[in-house]
């Protein structure tokens, strides 16, 4: 019963480095996202994925990429680390276009 | 550009009473209209899902209305509890977005004391 799960739960890194955020999510959902809360804001999307191999931009996707070629994975990929990528960073999936969806528990990065 | 506004920002209670949170929004059209319940450190999850034609739903001690006339909603607590204490968050989705847009409120922080 593990839905979504997001590895790391916590990272800190360094100006200039790379990283990726791994998302996987075992309830065969068509659609899945990435989005960013920073502190006393609402949630913001980076990038979705209506299936494997579709990906497409959300309202803040500079600075970041992903990729789909599973249906459970939606790794997101941070090339050149800056400190405004500071925040916490939320998968989540749903079965269906308009529909209820489902969170992991967060990636909390801090950029130094 | 759609908005989604919430309010009061932050609420403080005691154990056991009611309380009512606000959401406005500009969105149009939308399809559905989403109360998510975001414990500290957590990822938000689902309290209740009403589409444009309910004007109300409740989930256990949670009641969500909806006017899409005015575009408000509200998520009504009865007899709160510690367990309460959360940020909860309004999320309508946005018909005209090819993919899935769902436009997020700021959430209204809630602290339920003993």
């Known amino acids: 019963n593990a839905g979504v799960t997001q590895t790391p739960k916590f990272r800190i890194l360094k100006i200039g480095q790379s990283m990726t955020l791994q998302c996987t999510q075992d309830m065969n959902h068509n659609y899945m996202y990435w989005y960013r809360q920073d502190p006393g804001m609402g949630l913001k999307l980076i990038y979705y994925?209506?299936?494997?191999?579709?990906?497409d931009k959300g309202e803040v996707p500079n600075g970041y990429n992903v990729s789909r070629s599973t249906t459970e994975d939606f790794p997101l990929r941070l090339e050149l680390a800056a400190p405004s990528q500071t925040s916490v960073y939320f998968c989540?999936?749903?079965?269906?276009?308009?529909?209820?969806?489902?969170f992991g528990q967060g990636t909390r990065l801090t950029v130094v | 550009k759609n908005q989604v506004e919430q309010s009061p920002q932050s609420l403080i209670i005691l154990e056991g009473k009611n309380c009512t949170l606000q959401?406005?929004?500009?969105?149009?059209?939308?399809?559905?209209l989403r109360w998510y319940k975001q414990d500290t450190g957590r990822g938000p999850v689902s309290l209740t899902i009403?589409?444009?034609?309910?004007n109300t739903k409740s989930n256990g001690r949670y009641t969500a209305t909806l006017d899409a006339d005015t575009k408000q909603s509200s998520l009504h607590i009865t007899a709160s509890q510690l367990s309460d204490s959360a940020s909860y968050i309004c999320v309508v989705i946005d018909r005209n977005q090819a993919g899935t847009a769902l436009i997020f409120g700021k959430g209204t922080t809630l602290s339920v004391s003993s």
């Open positions: 989540a999936s749903s079965p269906f276009r308009d529909p209820e969806a489902f």
């Open positions: 009403m589409t444009f034609s309910e």
């Open positions: 959401c406005n929004y500009t969105v149009s059209p939308f399809s559905n």
């Open positions: 994925s209506v299936g494997a191999g579709i990906t």
